[in-house]
């Protein structure tokens, strides 16, 4: 079954504006990851949180994580056309598997 | 440096022929992971091999499916007399020895089936 849901499920913003996608999961975690699908492409890792950690930065992207909520945002700050496609949260448990969500679809406008 | 190479990029196939997908790690990654697409979907893991091993298959179908990564030479995916439902990206990851917590996966851009 799929653990994490993404929300929304589409967003379209104007460059310079900040993108923000959340993430549920259901069960416990050891990390939860976040990838970047372009069209026609493989994913892309772009950042992973453990389990023990609250908050994560990597250049413009900022990632929470809330376990007792089981739940996870991605921000990305000052948006750029090159940030169009889809995001991906997945979550690694007591396994090797990653257990995706059905993604967000962002297009940042020019 | 290469990263994960997989072949061919589309696959075409008649329904009741046979496909295989095949996988490159990256150097130095001596795990392997594949995943299934279905458009506008999230990938939905099938199988996890290490070296002539195969760890965990809990995501792959009991029938028609199976998957080998031997000592030398790439993984490879293979369905048996594929149906219509069988079209779909399927894509490869890989990564180095497990460490505790987890790690990320590297994945390369798929191999996309479609069933005729």
């Known amino acids: 079954s799929q653990q994490g849901e993404e929300d929304p499920q589409a967003l379209s913003i104007q460059e310079g504006e900040n993108a923000t996608m959340n993430c549920s999961y259901k069960t416990s975690i050891n990390n939860l990851q ?6 026609g492409r493989g994913l892309v890792h772009l950042i992973l949180i453990r389990s023990n ?3 994560k930065h990597s ?3 900022r990632v929470t994580l809330d376990t007792s909520k089981k739940s996870s945002s991605l921000l990305i700050t000052a948006s750029r056309a090159a940030d169009t496609a889809s995001y991906f949260c997945a979550t690694q448990g007591g396994s090797e ?3 995706f969500g059905k993604g967000t679809k962002l297009t940042v406008n020019p | 440096n290469a990263g994960v190479m997989q072949n061919p990029r589309h696959l075409v196939r008649r329904r009741g ?9 990256m150097k130095g990654h001596s795990h392997v992971y594949w995943y299934r697409q279905l458009p506008e979907e999230g990938l939905k893991f099938m199988v996890y091999l290490q070296k002539e091993n195969i760890i965990d298959e809990s995501g792959m179908p009991k029938e028609r499916f199976s998957a ?3 000592k030398e030479g790439p ?7 594929v149906v219509r439902g069988d079209s779909a990206a399927y894509f490869c990851a890989s990564s180095p020895p497990v460490r505790l917590g987890g790690q ?7 191999t996309r089936l479609s069933i005729l």
């Open chain 1, 59 to 61: 250049g413009r992207l």
């Open chain 1, 34 to 39: 976040w990838y970047r699908q372009n069209s």
């Open chain 1, 97 to 99: 598997k990653l257990v």
């Open chain 2, 104 to 110: 990320p996966q590297h994945f390369g851009d798929g």
């Open chain 2, 75 to 81: 993984s490879i995916l293979r369905i048996q007399q």
């Open chain 2, 17 to 25: 022929q046979e496909a295989r997908l095949r996988c490159s790690p």
């Open chain 1, 53 to 55: 950690e609250r908050e």
């Open chain 2, 68 to 70: 080998e990564f031997p």
